[in-house]
């Protein structure tokens, strides 16, 4: 058997799911259906499906970075992290900083990139 064929038989549930998970979103905005209920639907097909667990996998391919990367987005401090910033975002949109609570994501998000760029270069160097 090659390796594509064997990637396809180890990975057939996942990559359903991320068809799946393509066609929900595509139909959901299609439709006009709800927002929060299309994010609802991919978490729950992501998770049923295990899509997330073979992104990372599928990350981790990646010649020489891949393994890094995978490793990165996988450390609790980034989770943690993200989750906090969450957290927060939600309690400050319903207080009204709504404008404040966008500069803080875009500080974060630029973080967390910083942080794994850094890694990288770091694990590389």
């Not at 927002?35 to 020489?64: E, K």
């Not at 891949?66 to 450390?75: E, F, H, W």
């Not at 906090?84 to 975002?89: E, M, Q």
């Amino acid at each position: 058997m090659n390796k594509f064929a064997h990637f396809l038989s180890n990975y057939r549930g996942a990559i359903a799911a991320w068809l799946l998970i393509a066609l929900l979103v595509h139909l959901g905005f299609s439709f006009g259906v709800d927002r929060d209920v299309i994010a609802f639907v991919v978490v729950l097909v992501g998770i049923l499906g295990q899509a997330f667990a073979a992104l990372i996998a599928w990350i981790g391919l990646v010649p020489v970075v891949g393994p890094i990367v995978a490793q990165v987005l996988s450390l609790p401090f980034i989770w943690i992290l993200n989750g906090v910033g969450y957290l927060v975002s939600i309690v400050a949109i319903k207080r009204g900083y709504s404008k404040e609570v966008l500069n803080y994501r875009v500080i974060t998000v630029t973080l967390l990139v910083g942080i794994t760029i850094g890694y990288i270069l770091g694990k590389l160097i």
